[in-house]
């Protein structure tokens, strides 16, 4: 009998973790982690700014053609992952410029609106990215439909954009760097464009939830945006909760909001990061993200001071 409970218990336990994924596809990635140089190198190749050399992007490690190695870059790529796409703001002249443009995606097959998931880092000064979408194969571009000014040494922060319900079968994505001429230079990795189904309803944030921590919500919520009536995050009382977590940047609307909040009696569940390097590590982070209520759940640092915000 003993072995057929435990069976029982192992359909269970796999039905829940089949509830908590939800299914997106992902159109195109690159992490950067091959063997390349320069944009052109990676593959399928990528294309972008020759001249001047220093505007050009290349692998982090791979500084020959610029004027030195000189500028901080650090971590060297994100996620724990060696490698990035660096843009050399140490040597390229203040307020030029420097694009790194995808190869064609093809958006066609795809019915939900995309998503465009990626990490940034800039270790100090005002570079900045900006983030244009052109769906006739790098021919023309739109607005920029993302601009991103990152300064905090010690860490990639994650970042979401959703570039609408296109299906152009030409579609190129290009980051524009703007030097700030500084002391570190900027760079992008772990580049996702999904094809998102937004979460709607109501999900638990608890050991035994949908979610069991903050980070896996928070990056769910991310990588998928909202839908339809929004989403509502539900977190049991009484539970502490010890992590960093990634910065939300996904937006709710008026009618489409996103909640996060205690759900029933008890102590409020307490986030607790710990920090680590950075100059601006904090509990709970908003950056684009308007239409978030956060209600009745507390941060308090883990240990030592090295959380600089709270919310
Ligand atoms: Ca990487
Ligand atoms: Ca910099």
Redesign the pocket.
């Known amino acids: 009998m003993k072995k057929k409970y435990a069976i029982f218990a192992t359909i269970i336990i796999a039905n829940l973790i089949s509830i908590c994924v939800y299914s997106q596809s992902v159109i195109f990635t690159q ?3 091959s063997v390349w140089t320069t944009p052109n190198t990676l593959s399928p190749s990528w294309s972008g700014t020759t001249v001047p050399s220093n505007n050009q992007w290349h692998k982090n490690s791979y500084t020959t053609g610029w004027s030195s190695s000189g500028g901080s870059y650090s971590p060297a ?3 724990s ?4 796409a660096r843009f050399h703001s140490f040597d390229a002249a203040n307020n030029s410029i420097g694009e790194i443009i995808t190869p064609a995606i093809d958006f066609s097959p795809y019915s939900n609106n995309k998503r465009l998931v990626f990490y940034l880092t800039n270790a100090s000064g005002t570079d900045k990215i900006d983030v244009y979408l052109s769906l006739d194969g790098g021919a023309s571009y739109g607005l920029s439909v993302g601009t991103y000014v990152l300064s905090g040494t010690g860490y990639w922060s994650l970042y979401s954009v959703d570039l609408g319900n296109i299906n152009s079968s030409n579609v190129k994505i290009k980051f524009t760097a703007t030097s700030d001429f500084g002391t570190s230079d900027t760079g992008i ?2 580049i996702f464009v999904y094809d998102a189904i937004p979460l709607t309803g109501v999900k638990s944030i608890d050991a035994f939830g949908d979610y069991t921590t903050f980070k896996s919500a928070i990056e769910d919520l991310n990588k998928h945006g909202v839908g339809t009536g929004g989403i509502t995050f539900n977190v049991t009382p009484n539970q502490t909760f010890t992590e960093n977590l990634p910065i939300l940047s996904v937006s709710g609307t008026e009618l489409n909001p996103v909640i996060f909040q205690k759900s029933g009696s008890g102590n409020n569940p307490v986030i607790k990061p710990t920090g680590g390097s950075g100059t601006a590590d904090y509990g709970f982070a908003l950056v684009g993200a308007d239409y978030i209520t956060i209600d009745g759940i507390d941060i308090n640092i883990n240990s030592g001071n090295a959380v600089e915000y709270g919310f």
């Open positions: 992490n950067f982690e790529g994100a996620n992952t060696a490698s990035s990795d772990e």
